[in-house]
């Protein structure tokens, strides 16, 4: 992994290598979803697919036992789909969750007029300082720490 800075505390380019599954499990978790696919269209839709998707089941195991090393362009491109649609899908999610929960939370709180963070103005006080109780480590307890 390569970072680089710019001179300054966050992290602006992150260059990381990505590690794909084995080209086997790859090749049968095809298989298993591919056999799913059957079964849910033979018993569920009827449709006279099932045949092919069966096929495409028994080939991805036969490969995936035999010659595994014949699905690695197939992993490597479905690895690259994945991490496109994580570039894409993430922000969407967190944007969704951000406006759909917090902000709405953060709304209803300050319409009811609560403040955890003790963030309000209040003139009349003389000190924002809030006593802790019980109090805290006594500050000899920070020297020599390890």
């Known amino acids: 992994m390569r970072d680089k800075s710019f001179g300054s505390h966050e992290l602006l380019v992150r260059e990381e290598v990505?590690?794909?599954s084995s080209n086997k499990s790859f090749g049968l978790?095809?298989?298993g979803v591919f056999a799913l696919l059957a079964l849910?269209?033979?018993f569920f839709s009827h449709?006279?697919?099932w045949p092919l998707w069966l096929g495409l089941s028994i080939a991805f195991a036969v490969v995936a036992f035999v010659a595994p090393q014949i699905l690695s362009p197939l992993n490597r491109w479905w690895t690259k789909l994945g991490l496109l649609l994580h570039t894409i899908v993430?922000?969407?999610i967190l944007g969704f969750i951000f406006f759909g929960c917090?902000?709405?939370i953060g709304f209803l709180m300050r319409q009811f007029g609560n403040d955890p963070l003790k963030r309000r103005f209040e003139p009349e006080t003389k000190s924002y300082w809030?006593?802790?109780e019980p109090p805290g480590p006594t500050p000899e307890s920070f020297k020599r720490q390890y």
């Open 29 to 31: 978790v095809f298989a």
């Open 18 to 20: 990505v590690k794909t």
């Open 130 to 132: 809030l006593v802790r």
């Open 47 to 49: 449709h006279e697919r």
């Open 90 to 92: 993430s922000p969407i």
């Open 102 to 104: 917090i902000v709405p």
């Open 40 to 42: 849910s269209s033979y």
